[in-house]
């Protein structure tokens, strides 16, 4: 009788530990929303268009600890998910080449990476948790006005870039100087574009640049003159266009994600705590990987949602 009592209880324990893992694990969901987040300085002190060092390392071990995990844009774009089961893809994208975003500094006569800018940052925070994933796209501007010419250290640009490319990061267009679209005919546009990857090229000369972000956010008169087309020789072609605002992004497998306005979440303090509170209070529509880059696995009730053209082999939950 007490041997029967003792298994009953060893059994209710065992269930209870069996749903309390269930809930921590989050069932896989790859029609649902992600953040592409979106920086600007990482200096001092922290306002509009400035985060502070302390504050983007505290984003990381946010995100992190809430199950985001780093993506590359490009990989989203190809639907190559590569995030472990269970988490979220998230994907960081920094505009316009301020010195805080990458900057060398000497110590004691060895040239290193600055602890504080966002580079160092984020590499010392993979080294402590390697599993968060390496990833960030930099929407550099090579031929701007200081302090936003590719980094600000004219002798370390080629150097930065290399680096970047080198360790899994991406470089995107953000356009020559920083032209607003909006004001000008297609010649100059086009030449705004080619000359940015020309110039980006003359540092990686094999580096594609695959995505384009738009400066200040304003669309050229026609889309097609930022997608694809040539100038001074040199033929370019993006396959997303990023926005500078919009929310949480559909995911690449949904109907009606379009990589022509892929929308960002610029991060302010508050709107990104607002973004994480909307993923907690809506589990159902945040976006959660399932460990495998060849399938995707859909809510049963939400298939008619799936585009129609997705080549991956698809699962039903
Ligand atoms: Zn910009």
Not at 167 to 185: R, S
Not at 290 to 297: H, M, N, P, R, W
């Amino acid at each position: 009788m007490r041997l029967a009592l003792v298994a009953v209880l060893v059994l209710a324990a065992a269930l209870m530990f069996a749903a309390f893992v269930w809930a921590d694990q989050r069932t896989a969901n790859e029609l649902g929303r992600l953040m592409i987040l979106e920086y600007h300085k990482v200096d001092y002190p922290e306002d509009r268009w400035t985060r502070t060092p302390e504050n983007f390392r505290r984003d990381l071990e946010t995100l992190y600890a809430r199950g985001y995990r780093l993506q590359s844009l490009n990989a989203l774009l190809d639907g190559r998910i590569t995030v472990p089961a269970g988490t979220t893809p998230v994907v960081l994208t920094f505009d316009d080449s301020s010195p805080g975003q990458f900057r060398y500094v000497e110590t004691n006569g060895a040239l290193e990476i600055d602890p504080k800018c966002a580079v160092g940052i984020l590499e010392a925070f993979l080294h402590e948790k390697p599993d968060f994933g390496r990833a960030a796209t930099f929407y550099v501007l090579p031929g701007a006005s200081k302090p936003n010419r590719l980094f600000n250290q004219p002798e370390y640009e080629g150097k930065k870039l290399q680096y970047l490319v080198s360790h899994g990061y991406e470089i995107g267009n953000h356009t020559l100087w920083h032209a607003n679209l909006g004001k000008y005919d297609e010649a100059v546009v086009r030449l705004q574009i080619a000359e940015a990857q020309q110039w980006i090229q003359r540092h990686v000369p094999d580096y594609k640049i695959r995505t384009i972000a738009l400066p200040h956010g304003v669309y050229p008169r026609e889309v097609a003159w930022a997608l694809r087309g040539s100038a001074k020789g040199t033929a370019y072609e993006h396959d997303a266009i990023l926005m500078v605002a919009g929310g949480a992004a559909l995911s690449p497998f949904a109907r009606g994600f379009d990589p022509m306005r892929l929308p960002r979440i610029q991060v302010l303090e508050r709107d990104l705590a607002s973004w994480l509170a909307w993923f907690d209070k809506h589990p159902q529509e945040r976006f959660v990987s399932d460990g495998d880059a060849a399938t995707v696995t859909v809510p049963a009730d939400r298939r008619e949602k799936l585009k129609p053209d997705v080549k991956l082999r698809v699962i039903e939950k």
